[in-house]
């Protein structure tokens, strides 16, 4: 009886230690792939592998709106189908490809027919797997994957009418498709598309584990008769599968993709897809993320399960992009193009670097070292195909999306790191030639050294992102022990010196040599990226010391810091849906912040630095559908969540120090791919302060650990001590991020207008009290010793280009240009209508000014009108004849920007009474959405007398229903007005 006792008891005693191991360690369960698909997170639920060239998942939107750009929306209530290929967290709208929908009775190509309702209730998610029932047709669906092949599951109520549709209209902008019939149980095909990415080509190969009894391919959105075997269906838009199902025996259909061929297709449906246990596929998923999670092990005596599920969703959303884009011969589309074989090295896509190189990337240089070294040797094979590294690429295409040319980040990071198995030499030539890129403003500013609203469009935002990744190059130089480029790079990164107004302490644009004028903080525009002033004049992560000997040392430093997060400012400007998650006007919806809490730990307050990054944590994200602040943006947004929950930052990628905050649980184990692993111990108890910590044994006081204290393994113990304890030093000694060269920044040039009727006074001024000399020239050549020396103000009488530096010693600071001009006709003019602030370009001169205007209307040198027709008044001054009419308007759909119906011109003698003389009718349709200019112009065939003339351009008005931002009224956009 003992020993049955006994034994009884070690088997519960066995049974508690399993259950319990397995709840440690099937960290899976706590991930919830619906946190996100609401509010604007713009994620999916259905099932992918880490990184994985499939993500298989509902489509709920086909409109391509922005909330929908990932197919799904959890407001939603319709599904369309399944559809393998879906991006997570974008902010633009691509993929959803072959899409697969099943249905019973009557097959229909109509997707509000073969569409189906459903609801939450029956719709189930974890990691590598998705349920729903279809309500229409009962219908059960079950999707798992494998890293190339998407598997389905459908369970249909007994009928001999069970379909499969599959359409490859679906989604973005069809170029063309084709399908091939293999055999009974197999079809083949490919898809080739433009949306975001403007030249896709997909390949896939279909097999059902029993075979159709009837098919008819779609051709011009109707059924054709039944084909035959091995036939072809050139320019098939899809077709449907007819089966005999019985309800205990589920069809499974296996879709095997490939960027590279239909063959590349089956290849990789063979080699990953060999069965046909569909709960097989779902257990190794599972079992594959399980593996991934455990990366990053997390314990709490809280036991909080909505915590955890937090946690480890966003760890999840890490590990979806990048994204494999390699068949398993190791044969890819490249971005030229043609099929490459990678050697060496897997190769991925879906690179949105704008966002990723903040915490994602160096997320990785941490947990997916090896996954590093493939990045960056598919961005050295993009460079080689297509002469350019990275900025957002997808599918092969590079979309432009965004600025900077951060994939130098990337690299810069990793060397930095130590992380091997890609070539240096090549990277190091790749990034020198990222900064020698012919667009984007790039060599204006390599001239220049900043960039004005004058030169190019976000002018602000890019001057202070070109100058961090000059700063990168400038490390990838010195690692390789280059010098003279080091340094050149060096000086390019402190472009940020010439856009900081020491009189608001903010990064201001410039504007024709002087500051724009007025200036708002808090304004979003077309000067800064997705942001306002505020949110972009804490970027300088390379030289946080600069930055703060420009604001006059740390506790002025320290004030602004406070001020950005305890403003009570309003947002002002036009509205950007990116910029969401306030505190003040920190903006955690968007990636421009997400360095900034962290600042604090560099003027010895890293007090605060927790404090602030506990309120992001615990106010922006949470457990339910809508618990993301903004945009996922392919993983970035939960980096910042899963580096601050471990408790550090890194504030500058390429270099090894991350900042440190508190971490959000008691334990945090890091499990290194070199078998190594570093466990972060945090025993907090209420109302204690953090004193250190102790590694390894010693006793720590900055407020940063090293990356190779990490990669080393060990311990990392946070240590606290009461709030009133003085020793208490903790950070107080913190060193700020600096560079090794300074510059002088470029002087203003002021006048009181560009435009001018007699004459203009002009003053120049330098930015620095302590600088030297401004030396200037009026004939548009640089200023030299030689040049004349600014004493004073004086005028100017005519067309003139000056140019000015600050000399001081041997050294001398960029040039700053200005442009003046006198006005060509000597008559007045009034817009009778009110222009959008943001668009109100130099007032009503802006018509009359003889200045030509770039068709890059972001730089502010349009006149925009919403709402309203345009219309203005011109007093010619005198009775005038007249037989030529003209005004410039401009077109660019997809920024709501569209051609008026008409332009009519209209003459007075007495400013009163006004008779028609000629109106011209716009010819170019809306949704042509080139960039383009257009004059409404007309010569008349007989001269005819006015003093007064009127113009009128009538509004577009309501955006129609295909456009993105149906149901609001469109823009007119107007420039030179000609009447002579």
């Not at 600088?771 to 103000?793: A, H, N, Q, R, W």
Request: proline letters at 4%.
């Amino acid at each position: 009886m003992f020993f049955c006792i006994l034994k009884r008891s070690l088997l519960f005693l066995l049974l508690l230690l399993f259950i319990t191991t397995r709840s440690q360690t099937n960290l899976f369960q706590y991930v919830d792939p619906f946190i996100g698909t609401g509010g604007h997170g713009h994620t999916f639920p259905g099932a992918v592998l880490p990184f994985g060239m499939v993500q298989l998942s509902p489509d709920t939107r086909i409109d391509g709106s922005w909330d929908g750009c990932s197919g799904y929306h959890y407001s939603d209530s319709i599904i369309y189908g399944f559809s393998h290929t879906h991006l997570s967290g974008t902010g633009v709208s691509d993929w959803g490809d072959i899409l697969i929908m099943p249905t019973v009775g009557k097959p229909s190509w109509d997707n509000k027919i073969y569409s189906s309702k459903f609801n939450h209730t029956n719709e189930a998610a974890s990691p590598g797997y998705y349920a729903v029932r279809l309500q229409e047709d009962e219908i059960k669906a079950e999707l798992t994957t494998t890293l190339r092949t998407g598997i389905h599951r459908y369970t249909f109520p007994t009928t001999n009418e069970a379909n499969i549709i599959l359409d490859l209209v679906h989604r973005d902008k069809r170029l063309n498709s084709q399908l091939e019939i293999i055999d009974s149980v197999t079809v083949g095909g490919y898809r080739m598309s433009e949306a975001w990415a403007k030249n896709q080509e997909i390949y896939f190969v279909i097999r059902f584990s029993q075979p159709f009894k009837k098919t008819e391919f779609i051709f011009q959105n109707s059924f054709r008769d039944p084909v035959s075997f091995k036939k072809k269906g050139k320019s098939a838009q899809g077709a449907y599968f007819q089966f005999d199902v019985a309800q205990e025996k589920p069809l499974v259909v296996k879709v095997g993709i490939s960027s590279v061929s239909m063959e590349g297709a089956l290849k990789n449906l063979e080699a990953e897809a060999k069965h046909w246990d569909f709960d097989k596929y779902k257990l190794d998923a599972q079992n594959t993320w399980n593996e991934q999670l455990k990366k990053i092990e997390v314990k709490d005596k809280e036991e909080d399960p909505n915590k955890l599920k937090i946690f480890y969703t966003a760890l999840y959303h890490t590990s979806i992009h990048p994204s494999l884009n390699m068949d398993v011969d190791n044969q890819y589309r490249g971005r030229d193009g043609q099929i490459h074989t990678a050697k060496g090295f897997t190769n991925y896509s879906v690179f949105s670097l704008w966002d990723t190189y903040r915490a994602l990337h160096p997320l990785f240089t941490i947990i997916e070292r090896k996954r590093t070294a493939d990045f960056i040797n598919t961005f050295l094979v993009q460079y080689q195909q297509g002469g350019r590294l990275p900025m957002w690429e997808l599918s092969g295409n590079e979309t432009d999306c965004m600025i900077g040319f951060h994939s130098v980040s990337v690299i810069a990071d990793a060397m930095a790191k130590g992380i091997k198995g890609f070539d240096h030499n090549l990277a190091y030539q790749a990034a020198k030639s990222a900064a020698s890129y012919t667009a984007t403003g790039i060599p204006i500013f390599n001239k220049k050294g900043f960039l004005q609203i004058d030169d190019e469009s976000e002018s602000v935002s890019k001057t202070l992102e070109y100058g961090y990744d000059n700063w990168c190059i400038a490390q990838i130089a010195g690692m390789l022990n280059k010098k003279e480029e080091q340094k050149k790079q060096l000086q390019l990164s402190q472009a940020y010196k010439n856009v900081f107004d020491p009189s608001t302490g903010h990064m201001r644009p410039r504007k024709n040599g002087n500051w724009l004028s007025p200036f708002y903080a808090s304004e979003i525009n077309n000067h800064f990226t997705e942001g306002n002033s505020w949110q972009y004049s804490f970027y300088t992560p390379h030289d946080i010391k600069g930055l703060i000997e420009l604001h006059g040392g740390k506790q002025k430093f320290e004030n602004k810091l406070d001020e950005l997060f305890m403003t009570e400012e309003k947002l002002k400007g036009r509205e950007q849906s990116d910029v969401t998650g306030l505190i003040g006007q920190y903006a955690h919806g968007n990636e421009p912040s997400h360095h900034m809490a962290y600042l604090y730990n560099f003027v010895g307050k890293p007090q605060k630095t927790i404090q602030i990054i506990r309120q992001i944590s615990e106010k922006f994200y949470k457990g339910t559908p809508d618990g993301l602040i903004g945009n996922e943006d392919c993983g970035q947004m939960s980096a910042w969540y899963v580096f601050s929950a471990t408790g550090m930052y890194p504030v500058c990628p390429g270099t090894t120090r991350y900042m440190l905050g508190t971490p959000l649980f008691n334990e945090v184990k890091i499990n290194l791919e070199n078998g190594k692993s570093f466990t972060i111990t945090n025993m907090r108890e209420k109302e204690m302060i953090i004193s250190g910590y102790t590694l390894n044994g010693k006793k720590e006081s900055r407020s940063s650990i090293d990356h190779n204290s990490i990669m080393n393994g060990g311990k990392m113990n946070f240590d606290y001590s009461q709030p009133t304890d003085i020793t208490n030093k903790y950070g107080a000694n913190e060193s700020a991020t600096s560079v090794s060269v300074s510059i002088i920044p470029a002087p203003l040039i002021i006048s009181t207008a560009q435009v001018f009727k007699d004459k203009t006074e002009i003053k120049i001024e330098s930015l620095n009290s302590k600088s030297g000399k401004i030396l200037y020239t009026l004939d548009g050549s640089e200023p030299t010793m030689s040049s004349k020396v600014y004493t004073t103000s004086f005028f100017i009488d005519k067309n003139c280009r000056i140019n000015a530096k600050v000399f001081s010693g041997k050294e001398s600071s960029a040039v700053t240009e200005a442009n003046f001009f006198k006005l060509k006709y000597g008559y007045d003019i009034a817009i009778i209508s009110k222009p959008n602030p943001q668009y109100a370009a130099d007032g009503p001169q802006t018509l009359i000014d003889g200045i030509t205007a770039d068709p890059d209307w972001r730089k502010g040198n349009w006149l925009g009108f919403q709402y309203q027709d345009f219309e203005c008044l011109v007093d010619l001054k005198k009775i005038t004849s007249l037989d030529h009419f003209s005004l410039e308007c401009l077109q660019d759909s997809r920024s709501w920007i569209i051609y008026p119906g008409n332009v009519s011109y209209f003459g007075s003698m007495d400013g009163k009474t006004y008779e028609p003389i000629a109106s011209i009718d716009n010819q170019i349709k809306a949704d042509d959405y080139n960039l383009q200019l257009q004059r409404f112009e007309t010569n008349l065939p007989f001269k005819v007398n006015y003093r007064y003339i009127k113009i009128v351009a009538k509004n577009f008005g309501k955006l129609p229903d295909w456009h993105a931002g149906k149901g609001d009224e469109a823009f007119i956009f107007v420039n030179e007005l000609e009447i002579n």
